[in-house]
């Protein structure tokens, strides 16, 4: 008999077990956080963080990267810093918005533009999206309007 009692004793505490190693989680406990003890009856906890933490997959997309050079540039980013003429040729000396120079020839690409004309003071940049009511042609001068040169 005492043999019998043994094998029911086993059973039991296989079966007493799982119940004992669950643990029992408070009204308005956080999963993964600690118990607080706050009993707010309807507001904010006071000690839970405000601003959640990172998630591991970002949940924007990561920017597209600008081509190098003058390539990476916009039109409206470039300012002409000079000309250089040597007879029929000439060549725009733009500086971009990294502060760089750069040299650029007619037919020459901008990330939305391409260097159409370049003259003795400034450089025509044809846009590949117009402005509304306006020219798809961006003049570029080499002085600024208030000391004489401009549109």
Do not use: H
């Amino acid at each position: 008999m005492t043999r019998g009692v043994g094998v029911i004793m086993a059973v039991c505490l296989v079966w007493a077990a799982p119940a004992a190693a669950q643990e029992t989680v408070g009204i308005g406990t956080r999963v993964g956080m600690p118990e607080t003890g706050y009993q707010g009856f309807g507001r904010r906890d006071p000690f839970a963080p405000l601003v959640a933490p990172p998630s591991a997959t970002p949940t924007t997309a990561t920017p597209a990267r600008r081509a190098p050079g003058l390539a990476g540039m916009a039109a409206a980013d470039v300012v002409l810093k000079g000309v250089i003429s040597s007879g029929s040729t000439r060549l725009a000396l733009l500086e971009g918005a990294d502060g760089k120079t750069y040299l650029a020839r007619v037919q020459d690409k901008l990330q939305d533009a391409v260097v159409r004309r370049i003259d003795a003071d400034a450089v025509v940049l044809f846009t590949n999206t117009a402005p509304p009511g306006g020219s798809r042609e961006l003049r570029k001068p080499l002085r600024p309007k208030a000391d004489g040169g401009g549109q």
